[in-house]
């Protein structure tokens, strides 16, 4: 699994231009899901997201997580994360899981973390969703699973 993290001060999706899921201080995760991906490694990465440290301290040093200070998490599922660019001018999709396969296991994630973090909110799944934010910082962190 590929995570794109952005810590935001606010993040919000519309889909046919009604607002689907909006979010204020926290983080921002588009989700690609590779062809060997499992809910186990789903589990994995929601644990490595929810203790990541990029929040300020009283410091300013990035040593607190999205439970310490609190912050709502916004999961989208962004399947362009898993395409191989190495070759040519297009972007190949074999290294991404089929889509209804997909969609369950990004489903399992969005479950998990609904029982593990206080604010949750989602994208849907192959939606054509238009997403708006502010990042702080900028933060942004890829991080594999």
Known sequence: M???LQRVNWARIRIDD?????IEKGLLVFVGVEANDTQAKAEKLLAKLLAYRV?????DRMNLNIKEIGGDLLLVSQFTLAADTNKGLRPGFSSAMPPAAA???YDHLIAAATQQH????S???AA???IELENDGPVTFILRN
Do not use: C, N, P, R
Not at 55 to 59: I, L, T, V
């Open 2 to 4: 590929i995570a794109l």
């Open 123 to 125: 994208g849907k799944f």
């Open 55 to 59: 929040f300020a301290d009283a410091e």
């Open 128 to 130: 054509d969703m238009q």
């Open 103 to 105: 969609e369950s296991v």
């Open 18 to 22: 009604l607002t689907h899921a909006s």
């Open 118 to 121: 206080d604010s949750v909110q």
